[in-house]
Protein backbone atom coordinates (compact mmCIF):
# COMPACT_ATOMS: atom_id res chain seq x y z
CA UNK A 1 0.00 0.00 0.00
CA UNK A 2 3.02 2.47 1.20
CA UNK A 3 3.89 1.82 -2.59
CA UNK A 4 0.45 2.57 -3.87
CA UNK A 5 0.82 5.67 -2.32
CA UNK A 6 3.84 6.86 -3.90
CA UNK A 7 2.05 5.89 -7.57
CA UNK A 8 -1.01 7.84 -7.01
CA UNK A 9 0.84 10.83 -5.26
CA UNK A 10 2.70 10.66 -8.48
CA UNK A 11 -0.22 10.79 -10.83
CA UNK A 12 -2.16 13.50 -8.44
CA UNK A 13 1.60 15.87 -9.03
CA UNK A 14 2.16 14.62 -12.69
CA UNK A 15 5.11 12.67 -12.21
CA UNK A 16 6.98 14.96 -9.86
CA UNK A 17 9.55 13.74 -6.74
CA UNK A 18 7.31 13.56 -3.63
CA UNK A 19 10.21 15.34 -2.24
CA UNK A 20 10.04 18.01 -4.45
CA UNK A 21 6.03 17.99 -4.65
CA UNK A 22 3.78 20.79 -3.93
CA UNK A 23 0.71 19.20 -3.28
CA UNK A 24 -2.94 20.81 -4.53
CA UNK A 25 -4.29 18.98 -1.13
CA UNK A 26 -3.38 16.12 0.91
CA UNK A 27 -3.91 12.67 -0.40
CA UNK A 28 -5.55 9.80 1.67
CA UNK A 29 -6.76 6.22 1.39
CA UNK A 30 -7.84 4.32 3.31
CA UNK A 31 -7.07 0.13 3.05
CA UNK A 32 -10.21 -2.07 4.74
CA UNK A 33 -9.18 -4.86 3.55
CA UNK A 34 -7.15 -6.15 6.91
CA UNK A 35 -9.75 -7.92 8.81
CA UNK A 36 -11.71 -5.73 11.27
CA UNK A 37 -9.71 -2.90 10.85
CA UNK A 38 -8.59 0.04 9.01
CA UNK A 39 -5.84 2.06 8.19
CA UNK A 40 -4.95 5.52 6.80
CA UNK A 41 -2.29 6.46 3.94
CA UNK A 42 -1.41 10.00 3.64
CA UNK A 43 0.52 12.10 1.24
CA UNK A 44 1.00 16.12 1.71
CA UNK A 45 3.62 18.58 2.24
CA UNK A 46 6.37 17.67 4.19
CA UNK A 47 6.23 18.16 7.85
CA UNK A 48 3.10 19.09 7.59
CA UNK A 49 0.57 17.52 10.18
CA UNK A 50 -2.64 15.97 8.58
CA UNK A 51 -6.20 15.10 10.78
CA UNK A 52 -8.10 12.49 9.78
CA UNK A 53 -11.72 12.51 11.01
CA UNK A 54 -14.73 10.67 9.91
CA UNK A 55 -17.83 11.73 8.67
CA UNK A 56 -21.23 10.43 10.38
CA UNK A 57 -24.60 11.46 11.88
CA UNK A 58 -24.17 14.87 10.41
CA UNK A 59 -20.77 15.85 12.56
CA UNK A 60 -17.52 14.04 12.00
CA UNK A 61 -15.27 12.76 14.51
CA UNK A 62 -11.24 12.65 14.77
CA UNK A 63 -9.52 9.61 14.59
CA UNK A 64 -6.08 10.66 14.50
CA UNK A 65 -3.19 12.78 13.33
CA UNK A 66 0.28 12.62 12.25
CA UNK A 67 3.22 14.82 10.96
CA UNK A 68 4.39 13.88 7.62
CA UNK A 69 7.55 12.66 7.15
CA UNK A 70 10.65 13.74 4.95
CA UNK A 71 8.81 12.20 1.59
CA UNK A 72 5.49 13.53 2.14
CA UNK A 73 4.08 10.37 4.08
CA UNK A 74 2.40 8.85 6.55
CA UNK A 75 0.52 6.21 8.03
CA UNK A 76 -1.65 5.82 10.65
CA UNK A 77 -2.71 1.72 11.84
CA UNK A 78 -5.94 0.75 12.96
CA UNK A 79 -7.15 4.20 12.94
CA UNK A 80 -10.83 2.74 12.78
CA UNK A 81 -12.90 -0.74 12.95
CA UNK A 82 -15.34 -2.39 10.80
CA UNK A 83 -18.81 -1.94 12.20
CA UNK A 84 -21.94 -3.85 11.76
CA UNK A 85 -24.78 -0.62 11.63
CA UNK A 86 -22.50 1.53 9.37
CA UNK A 87 -20.87 -0.38 6.26
CA UNK A 88 -20.45 2.82 3.73
CA UNK A 89 -17.80 5.04 5.42
CA UNK A 90 -16.19 8.22 4.33
CA UNK A 91 -12.91 9.86 5.82
CA UNK A 92 -11.91 13.49 5.85
CA UNK A 93 -8.18 14.58 5.95
CA UNK A 94 -6.87 18.40 6.81
CA UNK A 95 -3.86 19.66 6.57
CA UNK A 96 -1.71 22.93 5.36
CA UNK A 97 -0.55 22.84 2.22
CA UNK A 98 1.86 25.33 1.35
CA UNK A 99 0.63 27.39 3.96
CA UNK A 100 -2.77 27.26 3.26
CA UNK A 101 -6.26 24.45 4.95
CA UNK A 102 -6.87 22.32 2.61
CA UNK A 103 -8.69 19.08 2.64
CA UNK A 104 -9.07 15.89 0.93
CA UNK A 105 -11.54 12.57 1.47
CA UNK A 106 -11.77 8.98 0.46
CA UNK A 107 -14.79 6.46 1.42
CA UNK A 108 -14.70 2.57 1.55
CA UNK A 109 -17.32 -0.13 2.15
CA UNK A 110 -16.50 -2.90 4.85
CA UNK A 111 -18.00 -6.37 5.21
CA UNK A 112 -21.63 -6.70 6.45
CA UNK A 113 -21.65 -8.74 10.17
CA UNK A 114 -23.86 -11.20 8.56
CA UNK A 115 -20.79 -14.33 8.76
CA UNK A 116 -18.93 -11.70 11.60
CA UNK A 117 -19.82 -14.05 14.56
CA UNK A 118 -19.18 -18.11 14.75
CA UNK A 119 -22.03 -20.22 17.43
CA UNK A 120 -20.12 -23.65 18.36
CA UNK A 121 -22.24 -26.14 20.39
CA UNK A 122 -22.92 -29.49 20.48
CA UNK A 123 -25.89 -30.55 18.31
CA UNK A 124 -27.34 -33.45 20.84
CA UNK A 125 -27.24 -33.44 24.52
CA UNK A 126 -29.47 -35.33 27.67
CA UNK A 127 -31.78 -33.96 29.31
CA UNK A 128 -30.78 -31.77 32.32
CA UNK A 129 -27.20 -31.46 30.41
CA UNK A 130 -25.21 -28.09 30.70
CA UNK A 131 -24.98 -26.82 27.13
CA UNK A 132 -21.57 -25.34 26.50
CA UNK A 133 -22.14 -22.41 23.63
CA UNK A 134 -19.05 -21.04 22.54
CA UNK A 135 -19.22 -17.62 20.48
CA UNK A 136 -16.36 -15.81 18.31
CA UNK A 137 -15.74 -13.25 16.53
CA UNK A 138 -14.55 -13.57 13.72
CA UNK A 139 -13.20 -10.17 13.26
CA UNK A 140 -11.35 -10.38 16.58
CA UNK A 141 -11.84 -6.94 17.99
CA UNK A 142 -14.85 -7.75 20.41
CA UNK A 143 -17.17 -4.90 21.35
CA UNK A 144 -20.47 -6.26 21.26
CA UNK A 145 -23.62 -6.14 23.17
CA UNK A 146 -25.87 -9.30 22.28
CA UNK A 147 -29.12 -10.24 23.18
CA UNK A 148 -29.13 -14.26 23.04
CA UNK A 149 -32.61 -16.08 22.75
CA UNK A 150 -32.89 -19.60 23.52
CA UNK A 151 -36.43 -21.29 22.09
CA UNK A 152 -37.46 -24.24 23.46
CA UNK A 153 -39.96 -27.05 22.02
CA UNK A 154 -43.08 -25.76 22.52
CA UNK A 155 -42.49 -21.80 21.71
CA UNK A 156 -40.73 -20.97 24.81
CA UNK A 157 -38.41 -18.30 24.88
CA UNK A 158 -35.52 -16.97 27.04
CA UNK A 159 -33.47 -14.50 26.09
CA UNK A 160 -30.68 -12.66 28.17
CA UNK A 161 -28.17 -9.42 27.31
CA UNK A 162 -24.20 -10.44 26.98
CA UNK A 163 -21.43 -8.06 26.46
CA UNK A 164 -18.24 -9.23 24.02
CA UNK A 165 -15.30 -6.96 25.52
CA UNK A 166 -13.41 -4.82 22.99
CA UNK A 167 -10.58 -6.93 21.99
CA UNK A 168 -12.20 -9.98 23.15
CA UNK A 169 -12.51 -12.45 20.68
CA UNK A 170 -14.13 -15.30 22.37
CA UNK A 171 -16.71 -15.93 25.33
CA UNK A 172 -18.38 -19.20 26.52
CA UNK A 173 -21.88 -19.49 28.14
CA UNK A 174 -23.97 -22.06 29.40
CA UNK A 175 -27.30 -22.75 28.82
CA UNK A 176 -29.58 -25.36 30.65
CA UNK A 177 -31.57 -28.49 28.73
CA UNK A 178 -34.57 -28.83 30.12
CA UNK A 179 -37.48 -29.69 27.26
CA UNK A 180 -36.70 -32.73 25.49
CA UNK A 181 -36.56 -31.74 21.88
CA UNK A 182 -34.98 -29.11 19.58
CA UNK A 183 -34.47 -25.78 20.52
CA UNK A 184 -33.11 -23.30 18.51
CA UNK A 185 -29.91 -20.72 19.60
CA UNK A 186 -29.97 -17.37 18.39
CA UNK A 187 -27.68 -14.25 18.78
CA UNK A 188 -28.53 -10.92 17.43
CA UNK A 189 -27.28 -7.30 17.58
CA UNK A 190 -27.95 -4.08 15.07
CA UNK A 191 -27.12 -5.57 11.72
CA UNK A 192 -26.00 -9.08 12.93
CA UNK A 193 -28.42 -12.00 13.15
CA UNK A 194 -26.74 -15.89 13.96
CA UNK A 195 -28.52 -19.30 14.97
CA UNK A 196 -27.91 -23.11 15.92
CA UNK A 197 -30.16 -25.48 16.80
CA UNK A 198 -29.60 -28.74 19.42
CA UNK A 199 -31.46 -31.35 20.44
CA UNK A 200 -32.28 -32.57 23.68
CA UNK A 201 -32.91 -36.15 24.47
CA UNK A 202 -33.38 -37.08 20.91
CA UNK A 203 -31.21 -38.10 17.95
CA UNK A 204 -30.61 -34.09 16.30
CA UNK A 205 -32.91 -34.05 13.05
CA UNK A 206 -32.40 -32.48 9.74
CA UNK A 207 -34.27 -29.27 10.35
CA UNK A 208 -32.24 -26.30 9.28
CA UNK A 209 -29.62 -27.95 7.36
CA UNK A 210 -29.07 -26.88 4.06
CA UNK A 211 -26.22 -28.29 1.37
CA UNK A 212 -23.46 -27.06 0.28
CA UNK A 213 -23.49 -23.53 -0.92
CA UNK A 214 -21.20 -23.20 -4.17
CA UNK A 215 -18.18 -21.20 -3.24
CA UNK A 216 -17.40 -17.55 -5.11
CA UNK A 217 -13.77 -16.42 -5.02
CA UNK A 218 -13.39 -12.36 -5.13
CA UNK A 219 -9.66 -11.72 -5.83
CA UNK A 220 -7.72 -8.94 -6.83
CA UNK A 221 -5.49 -5.89 -5.83
CA UNK A 222 -7.39 -3.10 -3.88
CA UNK A 223 -9.91 -2.23 -6.17
CA UNK A 224 -12.03 -5.48 -5.36
CA UNK A 225 -12.00 -3.65 -1.83
CA UNK A 226 -15.76 -2.97 -1.27
CA UNK A 227 -16.60 -4.63 -4.21
CA UNK A 228 -15.94 -8.53 -2.51
CA UNK A 229 -18.01 -7.19 0.09
CA UNK A 230 -21.19 -6.26 -1.48
CA UNK A 231 -21.18 -9.81 -3.46
CA UNK A 232 -21.17 -11.26 -0.11
CA UNK A 233 -24.31 -9.75 0.89
CA UNK A 234 -26.08 -9.97 -2.27
CA UNK A 235 -25.06 -13.66 -2.95
CA UNK A 236 -25.46 -14.55 0.65
CA UNK A 237 -28.26 -17.19 0.40
CA UNK A 238 -27.06 -18.62 -2.58
CA UNK A 239 -23.16 -18.77 -1.88
CA UNK A 240 -20.37 -18.37 -0.04
CA UNK A 241 -18.10 -15.55 -0.80
CA UNK A 242 -14.39 -15.94 0.16
CA UNK A 243 -12.54 -12.58 -0.41
CA UNK A 244 -8.64 -12.70 -1.15
CA UNK A 245 -7.65 -9.14 -1.43
CA UNK A 246 -3.80 -7.90 -1.96
CA UNK A 247 -3.74 -4.54 -2.00
CA UNK A 248 -0.33 -2.94 -4.01
CA UNK A 249 0.28 -6.49 -5.76
CA UNK A 250 0.40 -6.88 -9.37
CA UNK A 251 1.19 -9.60 -11.42
CA UNK A 252 3.96 -8.26 -13.25
CA UNK A 253 5.43 -6.37 -9.77
CA UNK A 254 8.13 -7.79 -8.13
CA UNK A 255 7.20 -8.99 -4.43
CA UNK A 256 4.27 -10.88 -4.79
CA UNK A 257 3.83 -14.00 -7.16
CA UNK A 258 0.09 -13.68 -8.32
CA UNK A 259 0.52 -16.89 -10.50
CA UNK A 260 1.76 -19.29 -7.64
CA UNK A 261 -0.53 -17.55 -5.10
CA UNK A 262 -3.90 -17.98 -7.29
CA UNK A 263 -2.84 -21.85 -7.30
CA UNK A 264 -2.34 -22.39 -3.61
CA UNK A 265 -5.85 -20.14 -3.00
CA UNK A 266 -7.85 -22.29 -5.68
CA UNK A 267 -6.33 -25.54 -4.43
CA UNK A 268 -7.48 -24.57 -1.27
CA UNK A 269 -10.96 -23.16 -1.54
CA UNK A 270 -11.74 -24.69 -4.65
CA UNK A 271 -14.56 -22.23 -6.20
CA UNK A 272 -16.65 -22.98 -8.45
CA UNK A 273 -16.55 -19.27 -9.90
CA UNK A 274 -13.55 -16.59 -9.79
CA UNK A 275 -14.39 -13.40 -9.82
CA UNK A 276 -10.90 -11.45 -10.36
CA UNK A 277 -10.07 -7.43 -10.29
CA UNK A 278 -6.47 -6.80 -10.69
CA UNK A 279 -4.20 -4.73 -12.89
CA UNK A 280 -3.90 -1.39 -11.17
CA UNK A 281 -0.84 -1.90 -10.19
CA UNK A 282 1.29 -3.05 -13.26
CA UNK A 283 4.02 -1.80 -15.81
CA UNK A 284 6.92 -3.27 -13.54
CA UNK A 285 9.65 -5.44 -15.95
CA UNK A 286 9.45 -8.66 -15.48
CA UNK A 287 12.12 -10.95 -15.87
CA UNK A 288 12.12 -13.57 -18.74
CA UNK A 289 14.17 -16.62 -19.31
CA UNK A 290 16.88 -15.79 -22.10
CA UNK A 291 16.11 -12.27 -22.26
CA UNK A 292 16.60 -11.15 -18.51
CA UNK A 293 14.59 -8.17 -17.35
CA UNK A 294 12.06 -6.88 -19.60
CA UNK A 295 10.84 -3.45 -19.68
CA UNK A 296 7.35 -1.93 -20.19
CA UNK A 297 5.57 -2.20 -22.28
CA UNK A 298 7.22 -3.38 -25.71
CA UNK A 299 5.95 -6.78 -27.39
CA UNK A 300 7.67 -9.25 -25.23
CA UNK A 301 6.80 -7.71 -22.47
CA UNK A 302 3.00 -7.77 -23.54
CA UNK A 303 3.57 -10.95 -24.63
CA UNK A 304 4.82 -12.49 -21.34
CA UNK A 305 2.22 -10.72 -19.17
CA UNK A 306 -0.43 -11.76 -21.58
CA UNK A 307 0.98 -15.34 -20.73
CA UNK A 308 0.86 -14.53 -17.14
CA UNK A 309 -2.48 -13.53 -17.19
CA UNK A 310 -4.27 -16.45 -19.57
CA UNK A 311 -2.14 -19.21 -16.73
CA UNK A 312 -4.21 -17.44 -13.81
CA UNK A 313 -7.27 -17.98 -16.13
CA UNK A 314 -6.85 -21.15 -16.23
CA UNK A 315 -5.74 -22.12 -12.83
CA UNK A 316 -8.73 -20.35 -11.81
CA UNK A 317 -10.60 -21.98 -14.15
CA UNK A 318 -10.01 -25.70 -12.46
CA UNK A 319 -9.54 -27.50 -15.29
CA UNK A 320 -12.36 -26.26 -16.81
CA UNK A 321 -14.69 -26.80 -13.82
CA UNK A 322 -15.13 -23.34 -12.77
CA UNK A 323 -16.53 -20.43 -14.04
CA UNK A 324 -13.68 -17.31 -14.32
CA UNK A 325 -14.89 -13.51 -14.60
CA UNK A 326 -12.33 -11.17 -15.03
CA UNK A 327 -12.49 -7.58 -14.80
CA UNK A 328 -11.16 -4.76 -16.69
CA UNK A 329 -9.76 -1.70 -15.44
CA UNK A 330 -11.62 1.23 -16.47
CA UNK A 331 -8.92 4.29 -17.04
CA UNK A 332 -7.30 6.24 -14.29
CA UNK A 333 -6.85 10.10 -14.43
CA UNK A 334 -3.40 10.23 -15.00
CA UNK A 335 -3.00 10.13 -18.99
CA UNK A 336 0.25 8.01 -19.03
CA UNK A 337 -1.49 5.49 -16.48
CA UNK A 338 -4.49 5.56 -19.43
CA UNK A 339 -1.61 4.08 -21.56
CA UNK A 340 -0.69 1.55 -19.61
CA UNK A 341 -4.02 0.56 -18.58
CA UNK A 342 -5.09 -0.03 -22.06
CA UNK A 343 -1.70 -2.46 -22.98
CA UNK A 344 -3.06 -4.02 -19.99
CA UNK A 345 -6.52 -4.36 -20.68
CA UNK A 346 -5.65 -5.65 -24.31
CA UNK A 347 -3.77 -8.27 -22.95
CA UNK A 348 -6.44 -9.23 -20.54
CA UNK A 349 -9.00 -9.78 -23.75
CA UNK A 350 -6.65 -11.37 -25.64
CA UNK A 351 -5.56 -13.83 -22.92
CA UNK A 352 -9.37 -14.96 -22.88
CA UNK A 353 -9.40 -16.09 -26.17
CA UNK A 354 -9.98 -19.39 -26.23
CA UNK A 355 -11.34 -20.48 -22.58
CA UNK A 356 -14.54 -21.59 -22.93
CA UNK A 357 -15.66 -20.71 -19.29
CA UNK A 358 -13.66 -17.33 -19.06
CA UNK A 359 -15.70 -14.00 -19.91
CA UNK A 360 -14.41 -10.61 -19.72
CA UNK A 361 -16.70 -8.06 -17.82
CA UNK A 362 -15.49 -4.95 -19.54
CA UNK A 363 -15.99 -2.15 -16.70
CA UNK A 364 -13.59 -0.42 -18.81
CA UNK A 365 -17.01 0.62 -21.04
CA UNK A 366 -19.08 0.72 -17.94
CA UNK A 367 -16.77 3.80 -16.29
CA UNK A 368 -15.00 5.31 -18.83
CA UNK A 369 -16.67 4.89 -22.30
CA UNK A 370 -14.12 5.64 -25.21
CA UNK A 371 -11.21 5.73 -22.31
CA UNK A 372 -12.60 9.34 -21.09
CA UNK A 373 -12.27 9.00 -17.30
CA UNK A 374 -14.95 10.99 -15.36
CA UNK A 375 -15.14 11.30 -11.89
CA UNK A 376 -19.05 11.71 -11.83
CA UNK A 377 -21.76 9.48 -13.89
CA UNK A 378 -25.29 8.80 -14.40
CA UNK A 379 -26.23 5.70 -12.97
CA UNK A 380 -30.28 4.60 -12.77
CA UNK A 381 -31.18 7.80 -13.40
CA UNK A 382 -28.52 9.20 -10.70
CA UNK A 383 -25.81 11.38 -10.75
CA UNK A 384 -23.12 9.53 -8.79
CA UNK A 385 -19.64 10.52 -7.35
CA UNK A 386 -17.89 6.87 -8.47
CA UNK A 387 -14.07 7.32 -8.02
CA UNK A 388 -12.09 8.52 -5.23
CA UNK A 389 -9.74 11.60 -5.05
CA UNK A 390 -6.46 9.67 -6.58
CA UNK A 391 -8.30 9.60 -9.54
CA UNK A 392 -7.91 5.15 -9.66
CA UNK A 393 -10.30 3.43 -6.75
CA UNK A 394 -13.66 3.59 -6.60
CA UNK A 395 -15.84 5.15 -4.11
CA UNK A 396 -18.61 3.20 -2.68
CA UNK A 397 -21.16 4.21 -5.08
CA UNK A 398 -18.50 3.02 -7.70
CA UNK A 399 -18.25 -0.51 -6.02
CA UNK A 400 -21.48 -1.21 -5.79
CA UNK A 401 -21.76 -0.21 -9.48
CA UNK A 402 -19.29 -2.65 -10.22
CA UNK A 403 -20.61 -5.46 -7.78
CA UNK A 404 -24.04 -4.62 -9.95
CA UNK A 405 -22.19 -5.55 -13.50
CA UNK A 406 -20.56 -8.60 -11.72
CA UNK A 407 -23.99 -9.89 -10.47
CA UNK A 408 -25.77 -9.43 -13.74
CA UNK A 409 -23.20 -10.84 -15.47
CA UNK A 410 -23.00 -14.20 -13.11
CA UNK A 411 -27.29 -14.00 -13.28
CA UNK A 412 -26.63 -14.06 -17.25
CA UNK A 413 -24.54 -17.07 -16.92
CA UNK A 414 -26.64 -18.77 -15.16
CA UNK A 415 -23.44 -19.85 -12.82
CA UNK A 416 -24.96 -19.24 -9.07
CA UNK A 417 -28.60 -20.31 -8.84
Known amino acids: MATFLLAAAAAVTGGVGLAQAQFAKPLLVADATKVGHIDFY ?224 TRRVRPEVSVIFLGANEGFGMRIPGRGLVECCNPVWIAEFTSRVRRMMVTYGRGGRADVFWLSVPAPRDRERQLLQGAVNAS ?20 TPGGRYRDVMTYRGRRLRVREGDGIHFSPAGAEIVADKVAAALRSARVVR
Open 42 to 265: LAGELGATMTVREQAGGGTRRLGAIVLDERGHGVIKDAARWRCDRLSRRFLVSGLIAGRPMTGSYGVRTPSCRERLDMALPRQVPRGAKVLLRIRDRWRIGDLRLRLCVTEPGGRRRCRNLRMARNNARITKQLRAGVEGRSRVELTAPGLRVSETFSVGEPPGREGREGRKPTILAAGDSLMQGVDASLADRFASRARVSRDVIPNSGISKPGFDWLRHSRER
Open 348 to 367: VLRAAKGLRRVRIVRLDRVF
